[in-house]
């Protein structure tokens, strides 16, 4: 899946920057946000404009409000499958690995390395975007990691070692309740296993399978739903289904003033996601002709004329181009 985050993230960002009276629009529109971006339910921002808006924003954002003002009830309010998840493990240290292995729900544009023994397990972040950023995603993932940690028990044994001293002058030693190692290496955390692997002794095993597989069906609907070549595709989906054009140009052209900009807009809009709207257009075609073909019993001359083709033998062309068999056999074979 393309790395991407949440829009949620980025929309409380925005939000929080507005009521400091800054100019969000200007912000947005330096790092190509769209509004779309902001308000697509579910919706997901790719890497590059992630990366961007934070470092546009790093000399904006005070850094004690961001790491301490967003306590569990927050984090579980805006990802409750995840969190709900991470609270119902065996031990803190399942938890972790839960929070590890599904966090791509709230974005997977960095990475932890974990490695374990038998007394301890150590944590590394890995930052992949702009060294301008420092450590300050490290902490805030590191925060949200013991802040899961405590509800299972509250005093534990860490060390934490962080590439800079971003946090330095903050109360941030006294979160985690340990001396920081500034200007390391790499961020690590580091966290002794000791009563800490115990059995959680609230651990609902029946509950946990079904939070696992809601986890699981939510991973795999994300890559559906990244950035803004998602948007345009369901737009494109829905105009083929109303049948309110069937013309290439004619789409193009309704899908432009459903999203109030241009057709350069839209296009170098998708550029930046590595696609432009001819791809799209053709994917949901190919897609929608084969979703018919199996579960509908719709004849060819109207399964061409719902996903925008001007005759029958137009769309079989185009069909038997991509697929290598037409779509007659290709529905006896499914």
């Not at 031990?91 to 997977?108: E, L, M, Q, V, W």
Request: glycine share 4%.
């Amino acid at each position: 899946m393309n790395k991407s985050v949440s829009n949620l993230l980025a929309k409380k960002m925005l939000t929080h920057l507005g009521s400091k009276g800054l100019d969000t629009d200007r912000i947005c529109k330096a790092c190509n946000i769209l509004p779309t971006d902001i308000t697509n339910p579910g919706g997901r921002i790719i890497a590059a404009k992630h990366y961007k808006l934070l470092t546009e924003t790093i000399p904006y954002l005070d850094f004690n409000e961001r790491v301490f003002s967003q306590n569990l009830s927050s984090l579980y309010d805006d990802y409750p499958e995840l969190i709900g998840y991470c609270l119902n493990s065996r031990n803190p240290f399942d938890a972790i690995h839960a929070y590890s292995k599904y966090r791509t729900i709230i974005g997977n544009c960095d990475s932890f390395i974990i490695t374990e023994t038998d007394d301890k397990m150590s944590i590394e972040y890995i930052n992949e975007g702009s060294k301008i950023l420092g450590s300050s995603q490290a902490i805030f993932n590191f925060s949200s990691i013991l802040k899961i940690m405590k509800k299972y028990e509250e005093n534990y044994s860490i060390k934490i070692s962080l590439t800079d001293g971003i946090g330095k002058n903050s109360p941030l030693e006294d979160f985690f309740g340990t001396r920081c190692q500034w200007n390391e290496k790499k961020n690590i955390l580091e966290i002794n296993k000791t009563k800490t692997e115990m059995a959680y002794e609230k651990y609902n095993s029946t509950l946990a399978d079904f939070q696992k597989e809601k986890l699981d069906k939510k991973i795999s609907e994300l890559s559906e739903n990244i950035g803004f070549a998602s948007i345009v595709s369901r737009i494109v989906l829905n105009t083929l289904h109303n049948k309110e054009s069937s013309d290439d140009e004619n789409i193009l052209d309704s899908i432009c003033y459903k999203l109030n900009m241009s057709r350069w807009t839209l296009n170098r809009h998708l550029h930046l996601e590595g696609v432009n709207f001819q791809s799209i257009l053709k994917e949901i075609r190919m897609k929608e002709a084969c979703r018919l073909l199996k579960e509908s019993h719709l004849t060819l001359q109207e399964i061409s004329e719902i996903i925008g083709f001007s005759s029958q033998s137009t769309f079989t062309r185009f069909f038997k181009g991509q697929f290598d068999v037409n779509p007659s056999n290709f529905r006896k074979n499914n």
